[in-house]
């Protein structure tokens, strides 16, 4: 069975540093996986996702995740984060060519100080 | 087009009694998804249908739990007789069928008393 592990339940940084929210993932096939991002009260948004060739993608808000089958990860990065991208990140993965099932991560909030 | 879309946004019930969440998917899409969103488990997986059967019910917690599915849109998720371990927040999610992007709805807030 797959799962997915985000490593740090929170992550505090200052404004325009960088950051990375960290994403493992364990699965005995292929794989998709996804950045979710919810922000305070409101529903899940897709942010990125990978599916197959480049394994950088980018989201249009300045994220990037890039996928790493020999390390099994998908880490989240942004090089200069603002106030309004605080909210919380959950990493998620589906089995390749059957991806009704999202397994989901505990989520990471992340929280944008000034 | 609109979202996914959920109704009630927030429901309080006491303990024991049965409670009914609805869910209108995105006009075209063919499979539906529901989700549960509590602070202990984190999101988990439900149930999915595509069109109105579902092929994967693995992730109801209890015999509780049932979903359907008509004229391949509406879903509803029915809870019968709610324990305070089923407060949480319930997502529906719904994506064409050979789509990857599952698009989320705003949720439904349970609290059992």
């Known amino acids: ?114 | 087009g609109a979202g996914v879309s959920q109704s009630p946004s927030n429901k309080v019930t006491e303990k024991g009694k049965d409670v009914e969440l609805r869910c209108d998917p995105i006009s075209g899409h063919t499979a539906l998804y529901w989700y549960r969103q509590s602070l202990g488990q984190g999101l988990e997986f439900l149930i999915y249908f595509q069109g109105n059967s579902a092929p994967d019910k693995s992730g109801l917690p209890s015999d509780r739990f049932s979903a359907e599915r008509t004229g391949g849109s509406v879903s509803t998720l029915t809870i019968q007789r709610t324990q305070q371990e089923d407060s949480a927040v319930y997502l529906c999610a719904s994506s064409t069928a050979y789509q990857e992007t599952q698009y989320f709805g705003p949720g439904t807030r349970l609290l059992v008393l």
């Open chain 1, 1 to 114: 069975a797959q799962s997915v592990t985000q490593l740090d339940s929170q992550v505090p940084v200052f404004e325009e540093a960088p950051v990375e929210l960290r994403c493992n993932y364990s699965s005995s096939v292929s794989v998709y996986l996804f950045w979710y991002v919810q922000y305070p009260n409101q529903g899940l948004q897709l942010l990125l996702k990978y599916l197959s060739g480049s394994t950088l993608v980018e989201s249009i808000n300045g994220f990037e995740a890039e996928f790493n089958k020999s390390q099994t990860s998908f880490h989240l990065r942004k090089p200069s984060v603002h106030i309004s991208d605080t909210a919380e990140y959950f990493c998620a993965v589906s089995e390749g060519g059957s991806n009704y099932k999202l397994t989901f991560g505990k989520g990471t909030l992340l929280t944008v100080n000034p």
